[in-house]
């Protein structure tokens, strides 16, 4: 039995992998993970039957903690002897990259999720840019979650030319469409929390889910719903996702979004697509990204989205057909996107519709997971 060691930096990422660990199990591979610790990778270890080394990666440059971890993944990689290592994210992909380089294994995979180096500046950008550098070099190949993404890297020279893989038209895992689809029991869960939120029904929601970290956006949002809602009282919004001590929001943005009253901040959950229920509008205001696995969540439940125009969210979103793009950083931008469709439902309406077609059409699990399992199993002997 061929075995496969997969790599992440955080129990977050484990959406990265549901799904795609049964399917490799289901054909025949033993599968690995090395992952941070943390409730929701433990899970899924145990429901899709692979086994967890869990080891506390940190986002930030740790030398001694680094060097450690570094040890630790060359022995487990001695003992697990993998027959294909796959790893992702800047830090843990890094050290796992520089693992098997030092332990001469040979068929070794970088999945570039995104450049964290894009929204660093000055020592950091430079030794974070450096890092990515090695693991694209050291890779064998490079799986690359978006066309966009991988030109990019390209042009800042992170990425040789020719080394980049797009599995279908990108994403790290695809959608499942039943899961990712309304129907009688979603809505009873969706009904709940409007009743939790005391919505009366002719609110318009304003939705994000994701890291609340700096590089997300999230304070370009804050000021665009700041302005919007004194013209639209009836503008709400709703977040879900783990807060990023690495990278943290301002203490009087925290603040607002757990006092203000037209503010629901849901913290981390392992289920959102209740939350998609009763989204209008999906904003993904990035800095940075590898290509918004939320936005085809978000068209799958046929909601528009409207996102940074940057690498990776231009993927995702189709301007015209299933969403917008405004200007990165540009609150004016945002403010007048969201504008057009909150005062237009029927616009709203088409967008969600030709989401779902968008994402049936290109992102399926499926199409990922099969492109993926082909790579694999031409590296087999």
Known sequence: MPKILLGVSSSFC???????????????????????????????????????YPIPFTKRITPFTDFFQLLRIIRLIRKEKPDIINAGNPKSGFLIMLACWITRHNKRIFTLH??????????????????????????????????????????????????????????????????????????????????????????????????????KGIAILLDAFNTLRKKYPF?????????????????????????????????????????YDIIDIMVVPSLREGFGNVLIEAAAMEVPVVASDIPGCRDAVQPGINGELFEKANVPALVAT?????????????????????????????????????????LLP
């Not at 490079?142 to 991988?150: C, D, E, G, N, Q």
């Not at 919004?237 to 301002?250: H, N, R, S, T």
């Not at 943005?253 to 913290?267: A, P």
């Open 235 to 275: 503008l709400r919004w709703v977040l879900a996702g783990p807060v990023v001590e690495e990278d943290p929001l301002p203490v009087q943005l925290l603040h607002q979004l757990h006092h203000d009253e037209h503010i629901f901040y849901m913290g981390n959950l392992f289920d959102v697509t209740p939350v």
């Open 338 to 378: 969201l504008e057009k469709l909150i005062t237009n439902r029927e616009l709203r309406a088409q967008y969600g519709k030709n989401g779902r077609k968008f994402v049936q059409d290109n992102f399926t699990n499926e199409k990922i997971w099969s492109g993926l399992l082909e790579l694999y199993q031409h």
């Open 114 to 215: 995104g450049l964290l180096s894009d929204t660093q500046k000055g020592i950091m950008r430079w030794l974070i840019s450096g890092t990515e550098k090695i693991s694209c070099a050291i890779a064998g190949k490079v799986i690359v979650v978006s066309p966009s993404l991988k030109t990019h890297a390209e042009k800042r020279k992170i990425l040789p030319p020719g080394k980049g893989i797009i599995t279908g038209r990108g994403s790290a895992n695809g959608i499942d469409l039943r899961l990712f689809s309304r129907n009688e029991a979603l809505r009873v869960q969706s009904l709940q929390l409007q009743k939790q939120f005391g919505f009366e029904g002719n609110e318009i929601v304003i939705g994000y889910i994701g890291r609340l970290s700096g590089d």
């Open 14 to 52: 484990a959406h990265f992998l549901k799904g795609q660990v049964a399917f490799l199990v289901q054909h025949g591979f033993e599968v690995v993970i090395i992952s941070g610790p943390g409730e929701e990778i433990s899970m899924l270890a145990q429901k899709e039957n692979a086994r967890l």
